[in-house]
């Protein structure tokens, strides 16, 4: 591994996340919402984070901003891992609900909610 590839995970902080949101945003096709819809999303998302300190630290959150998910319907779509909870209309509200309600209190949104997926638990997979 390179240093300067090193230094990058340094900078970003990985290995302390302990969440990783994946919002479609900017889309070059906006077809889940308008493009307008998506950005103040992500942009909500971003600052949130920052103010709430939770870009770094003890529950820190990853942000990826994703230019599908494939869903194209009843967006900004969200996924969140680990669990991968998979919710529609993330609008700044619902974010904030997330946020709130499922990473910091732990219990996921419900009423936005429309598919989970956990992936495989290491080592449960054969060859
Ligand atoms: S454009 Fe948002 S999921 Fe496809």
């Not at 599908?68 to 700044?92: E, F």
Request: glycine content about 8%; charged content about 20%.
């Amino acid at each position: 591994m390179s240093q300067d590839l090193a230094a990058v995970a340094a900078e970003l902080a990985i290995g302390q996340y302990k969440w990783h949101l994946l919002l479609c945003a900017d889309q070059s096709k906006p077809l889940c919402c308008e493009k307008a819809v998506g950005l103040e999303a992500w942009n909500y998302l971003k600052s949130r984070l920052k103010e709430l300190g939770l870009d770094r630290g003890g529950v820190a959150i990853f942000r990826t901003k994703a230019n599908c998910l494939r869903v194209c319907q009843d967006g900004p779509i969200l996924l969140v891992y680990p669990g991968g909870y998979w919710y529609r209309n993330a609008t700044a509200e619902v974010l904030e609900r997330v946020l709130q309600e499922h990473l910091l209190g732990g219990k996921p949104v419900a009423e936005f909610l429309f598919a989970t997926n956990p992936l495989i638990e290491q080592g449960s997979a054969s060859n």
